[in-house]
């Protein structure tokens, strides 16, 4: 293969051609003839009882088609949860209905209420006005620990209070963790606030729902992350349409970072009322819905202990964790703060003693589900900043207090229920450490304590569990769905080929890395091969693209497809060689005879598959097209050691980062531009979160930063340039369990850097003489400035 192709080769993204054109075709520029338009009355207030709603003005006005109630979907099934969580004491967790349209009361801010559809967009949202709505206000829980308090207002009437479940693990670990904490050397507790966060996609959520009565089938354009999952759950859980009556599609996608994986009630609605009115009905998202009906991410207070014994070797962890679910559990909430958080409290450690509890909360706030890492960025978190508040209360170096602890032999069982393959946390620490210069550092920090400035080196340390998967083992964990990916792979006759998979590109370069490692198994350029998603009418049934899986999974899938196909090839070639079928050999696109010189090439081997009349028709069929689906045996397991160093003005409080560096291994790496480029997102995404961004409610509910006049999203001006070193093979060590020795790199760096920036604002103000343990997200200029002021 030339240098420039295939596997390892920084090709240069081929969908970025149409995006930086502006032909990309995004589910907002979907139009169906004749198509209505629906505006939503949402909620304004977060908790109340709904005394009267009259929409006979409303419906009266021009332009309107008909307006929607919850009443109009009193027959029709919730929001359906994609995952159930047992709790310690053997209890299912509770699961209250999730309606379409609010029935009775409504539970959060933002809540859909009614729908207007109309000829215009302009004329539903007129009508919306003119609809009589009474609200009986009810107090509002926002709070997570006084949610839990006896006499606690109830989000959800018929339940018993506001305790989605109390989670234990491992249950069994409890005496043993209780036993080392009391009777350890030292004990460092820590507790912290995991911020709330809004995903914030370039492109906001749209749905278009449309019907053919001739047919009786209805069609769902949407901003999906995993059509076939959205089809699923809407078809057999909401809606009751057979799948085989509707179809989704999820063309180009801007954007996702979790908050598109869900099934959210505006796609069902769309797709309900396209039929109710017989005419297509669009709904854009406008920023500010998107604020309050978006799922939210993270939004976790947690008190962690470490127990070390006297050589300072970790002895035990304990967490508690509250977890807040918002008003409704959504899609895969319930699994985020356990089975995604609890099995990764290891860490990169041999603590033999872990145990994890985690009590998730209602509230009146929006739904909180899956943000970029979904649980690993939280127990990484947690553990990191621990393990540094540790390091200065011993007065050790943290670098090396982390070194002393590393697991060195693999594969490692963790106490948490899961076994890391392969891992050298020694070389993406030295690697890291190169990277930023450590010992370069003193002199850095002289100048900038010259400028009468306070300069801090925060490092980290982070594994994730990434690759969802096996089904059968997250089926007992109580994942409602297999978390398998597919892959159909269909040869031309001329030798082109089309890979149609169940995984979805919204940002990730599945069109440009999918075809790199056809290319490298076959030898054929990679221009000549098409990779097909996003649309349920033509892809095999998959599972869709979160939780660093594509390639891992969804690749590993097309690896097995591709393999039937060469080994239907080398038979076709056998034939057409007059050889036996071992001796064939394969390579840059050419059939040869092992030791001679007799050959054919791929395109007239595909050509004789079609026209197949130099092979026994009873030994092979005509046609070239193979289908396989990929379950994996384990989570592939990335890691990773991270530095940042920051300079913080003592007079105003507002760090700068300086310099950011990242170590990673992924394993093999296919398209090193990619994945540095992930890399870098990531990494942006997790300084957002230390310096700036917070979801915050006021105590009645209100969302109080609903649009960027409040909520701080990073800018180009807050990041430094980043030094990432995915390809060094020095820290590359190849998953041992999927054919590609791949691992997931798209979260890595929203995992690792939220802690590195942390601890490097910190260690700045301890450095200059101002104690200070913790400060939560974000760290904005005013909390440093308190923190500074406060120690002094």
């Known amino acids: 293969m030339p240098k420039d192709q295939g596997i ?7 969908e970025d051609v149409r995006f930086l054109t502006g032909a990309g075709n995004y589910t907002d520029d979907i139009n169906v ?55 310690r004491h053997g209890e299912v967790m509770k699961e209250p209905p999730h309606p379409v349209l609010a029935q009775g009361k409504v539970r959060h801010v933002g809540e859909p209420i009614a729908a207007v559809v109309a000829d215009t967009l302009q004329q539903a949202r007129d009508a919306a006005e003119a609809i009589e709505l009474d609200i009986e206000e009810l107090p509002a829980v926002v709070d997570m620990k006084a949610a839990l308090a006896e006499g606690s207002a109830k ?20 005496g043993a963790v209780e036993e080392a904490i009391a009777n350890a050397a030292h004990v460092t ?116 202990e470490l127990a070390l014994d006297a050589d ?99 594969p490692y069982a963790t106490p948490v229920a899961v076994e890391y393959d392969t891992g050298d946390y020694h070389a993406t620490m030295d690697k890291m450490l190169e990277l930023i210069d450590r010992e370069g550092f003193a002199a850095r920090r002289a100048e900038s304590e010259a400028k009468g400035k306070l300069r801090g080196l925060g490092i980290n340390c982070f594994i994730e569990a990434c690759g969802i998967a096996p089904s059968n083992l997250v089926g007992q964990l109580g994942a409602r769905a297999g978390l398998y990916e597919s892959a159909t792979v269909r040869v031309n006759a001329t030798g082109g080929l089309v890979v149609m998979t169940g995984s979805h590109s919204h940002g990730q370069g599945h069109e440009t890395a999918f075809p790199q490692v056809i290319s490298e198994m076959i030898g054929i350029p990679e221009d000549q091969i098409e990779i097909v998603h996003g649309d349920t009418a033509n892809t095999p049934m998959g599972m869709g693209t979160y939780g660093s899986r594509s390639l891992a999974v969804g690749g590993s899938a097309m690896v097995r497809a591709a393999e039937k196909i ?15 079928e071992a001796d064939i050999e394969l390579k840059d696109g050419t059939f040869s005879v092992a030791g ?110 609903a649009s960027y006049m409040d909520y701080a999203m990073p800018r180009a001006d807050d990041l430094p340039m980043m030094d990432s070193y995915t390809v060094d093979h020095s820290c590359q060590t190849p998953c041992t369990h999927n054919p590609l020795g791949v691992k997931g790199c798209g979260e890595a760096g929203a995992i690792g850097s939220p802690p590195t920036v942390i601890n490097a604002i910190l260690d700045a103000l301890n450095s200059g003489g101002h104690k200070v343990d913790h400060i939560d997200m974000p760290a904005s200029p005013s909390r440093v400035w308190a923190a500074i002021n406060n120690a002094s």
């Open 312 to 410: 300072n070797n970790f002895t035990a962890v304990r967490t508690e964790t509250y977890a807040n679910m918002g008003a409704y559990l959504s899609t895969f909430a319930p699994s985020v703060p356990t089975w995604l958080h609890g099995t990764l409290m290891a860490g990169n450690y041999k603590t033999p003693n872990i145990y994890v509890n985690v009590k998730a909360v209602f509230t009146n706030t929006v739904p909180v589900d899956a943000y970029r890492g979904a649980g690993r960025p939280e127990a990484t978190y947690q553990l990191e900043r621990v393990i540094d508040k540790a390091a200065r209360e011993l007065g050790v170096d943290p670098v090396e207090l982390r070194r002393q602890n590393f697991i060195t032999e693999f």
């Open 566 to 580: 060469i080994a239907k090839t080398k038979k076709i070639a056998a034939h057409l060689l007059e050889a036996a």
């Open 33 to 87: 003839h004749g198509q209505a338009y629906v505006h939503f009355l949402r909620s304004d207030v977060a908790h109340g009882r709904i005394t009267n709603i009259d929409t006979s003005a409303a419906a009266a006005m021009p332009g309107v088609v008909r307006v929607f109630t919850g009443a109009d979907f009193e027959g029709v099934g919730g929001l359906p949860c994609g995952w159930q969580v047992t709790d």
């Open 596 to 705: 001679t010189d007799k050959s054919v090439a791929w395109g007239d081997v595909c050509l004789a598959a079609y026209v197949p009349h130099n092979y026994p028709l009873e030994d092979i069929e005509p046609g070239l097209e193979e289908t396989a689906f990929y379950d994996p045996s384990n989570f592939t397991y990335p890691a990773g050691a991270y530095a940042c160093e920051v300079e913080v003005d003592p007079e105003t409080g507002v760090a700068t980062i300086e310099k950011f560096v990242s170590a990673d291994d992924f394993g093999n790496v296919v398209n090193p531009m990619i994945v540095e480029g992930q890399v870098h997102g990531g990494i942006a995404q997790g300084i957002g979160q230390a310096l700036l961004e917070n979801c915050a409610y006021d105590e009645n509910g209100q969302l109080l930063s």
């Open 8 to 14: 390892g080769a920084s090709t240069k993204r081929r």
């Open 189 to 304: 507790t820590l507790e912290l606030v995991n911020n709330r966060l809004v995903a914030n996609p370039m492109e906001p959520r749209v749905a278009v729902g449309d019907f053919n009565r001739a047919s009786g089938d209805s069609t769902l354009y949407t901003t999906s992350q995993n059509p076939h999952v959205i089809r699923l759950l809407m078809g057999a859980f909401v809606l009751g349409i057979p799948e085989h009556k509707l179809r989704v599609v999820a063309p180009d996608v801007g954007g996702g970072f979790g908050t598109k994986i869900f099934h959210y009630a505006e796609e069902a609605f769309c797709t309900f009322a396209a039929k109710a009115c017989n005419r297509a009905v669009k709904w854009t998202s406008t920023r500010s819905e998107a604020f309050m009906s978006d799922a939210h991410g993270r939004d976790h207070v947690t008190r962690i």
């Open 155 to 174: 989000v959800h009437d018929d339940l018993s209070d506001n305790l989605c479940y109390d989670w234990g693990f491992v249950e069994e670990n409890k």
